[in-house]
């Protein structure tokens, strides 16, 4: 071999070493690349992703975001209701001992300008009520709570001091005999009527029987229609309204129906003809009541047979369905009214005590009470027992009718009120 053949062979040899070199530099180049690129991968995955990554940040922002919003609406709504307050006179409801609102009332107080609401500050679901104006709530402790009755007092402007029972307890015969008084009834939900009991059976009355006379032979009068409606849209919508604590009894000064303790019951009344019937009467003398009087807000009528029925209904809630048990007051009222055969003052002891549930009196037994239900087409439906029979027999639930201009000693009647 030549020098010169070995020097071509040497050049090759070489060339090719320095080709496989820059080959392998290249592969290590490559992978570490790759490693590289991984972990900064996995460092922006973890920063974007990660417990403080920029999605669960930009997240955290917009929920703080929406959390501030919500608490400026809702602050922007209590500043925007107190401007509304401030205008308009207005509140919500505040309750007993809570501190009352411009629209809102408390125990003792008297609604005056319009009527307020009561808080009873329980946790009772039915715990307000409305009170008209010119009315004031009882500062009696046992009478005002409207799961148990609440009253309210028309004091006819006066002011009376220290007829708290827990104060004074001398002053609250004074208040019962000398103002009338109203019980609040709760009313959820539509007014409705139900079939009533006698001698321990449910009655088959209801279906002669129409809230006003309105038979196909014998249309109501446009007044009633209209009271009627109007009554009843007002319960409905008030959840409420006002029956009288007492049997009516009548003022001998002014003639007006009353409703106060103590007093000789007003018996011997027909139901009449109209409530424009001057003097006669007991449906002209229950609107004779507060109607046409700017001094009070409420309308004044004889009881009506849905009125009664919801009273019972919010006594025992089973008389809905008719499932009373066979001791409810509803079914059997011996021992819960007046049944000696000797005719009670309201709110006077019977032979067993004195008779009052829900701070009323005299619903079971004592005498019979007109109301505005009618029977078939012509009667006048009254409710109530009597003090001629038994509770058992006649119970507070049972109905009885007569015409309408008839009267008789064991028939007397009772005002409700509606806003």
């Known amino acids: 071999m030549n020098i010169k053949n070995l020097k071509n062979k040497v050049n090759k040899k070489a060339r090719n070493n320095i080709k496989n070199n820059k080959n392998g530099i290249t592969l290590i180049a490559l992978v570490v690349t790759i490693i590289v690129l991984i972990i900064l991968a996995g460092i922006s995955i973890s920063l974007v992703l990660g417990n403080n990554g920029i999605i669960t940040k930009a997240r955290d922002a917009r929920e703080n975001f929406m959390k501030a919003a919500d608490e400026e609406g809702t602050k922007l709504n209590e500043l925007y209701a107190e ?5 308009s006179g207005t509140s919500n409801p505040g309750g007993s001992g809570g501190g009352a609102g411009e629209n809102t009332i408390i125990a003792g107080e008297t609604a005056t300008g ?7 500050g329980t946790n009772n679901e039915n ?25 309210i007092y028309d004091l006819e402007g006066n002011t009376v001091s220290d007829w708290n ?14 103002y009338n008084q109203y019980v609040w009834v709760p009313v959820i939900g539509s007014l409705e009527r139900y079939d009533g009991y006698s001698n321990g059976s449910k009655q088959s009355m209801l279906s002669y029987c129409s809230e006003r006379l309105n038979y196909s032979s014998t249309t109501a009068a446009s007044w009633e229609i209209a009271e009627h409606t109007a009554m009843k849209n007002s319960v409905e919508s008030n959840h409420g309204f006002y029956i009288a604590r007492y049997e009516a009894s009548k003022n001998t000064s002014t003639n007006k129906a009353e409703s106060k303790k103590g007093k000789a019951v007003w018996n011997n009344i027909a139901w009449g ?8 009467g007991a449906v002209y003398n229950a609107e004779q009541v507060y109607n046409n009087n700017s001094n009070y807000n409420v309308t004044s009528t004889l009881i009506y047979g849905s009125e009664w029925d919801a009273v019972l209904a919010w006594i025992d809630p089973k008389y809905k369905t008719g499932t009373c048990e066979s001791t409810s007051f509803i079914v059997n009222s011996t021992g819960s009214g007046n049944y000696s055969d000797t005719r009670a003052e309201k709110g006077s002891p019977g032979s067993t005590g004195i008779f009052d549930v829900k701070n009323i009196y005299d619903m079971a037994g004592n005498v019979y009470e007109w109301t505005m239900e009618a029977y078939d087409t012509y009667d006048r439906v009254f409710r109530g027992g009597c003090y001629i029979s038994t509770g058992s027999a006649i119970p507070v639930s049972r109905r009885g009718d007569s015409g309408p201009t008839i009267s008789d000693g064991r028939v007397g009647f009772r005002v409700a009120l509606y806003l």
């Open 114 to 120: 319009t009527n307020k609401t009561y808080n009873d």
């Open 127 to 151: 715990n307000t009520a409305i009170i008209p104006k010119g009315f004031t709530v009882s500062e009696i402790s046992t009478e005002q709570t409207i799961s148990t009755g609440l009253v």
């Open 273 to 280: 003809t109209s409530m424009t019937e001057i003097g006669t």
């Open 165 to 178: 029972a827990d104060t004074n307890s001398n002053n609250i015969p004074d208040v019962q005999e000398n």
């Open 83 to 87: 401007m509304n307050e401030k205008i």
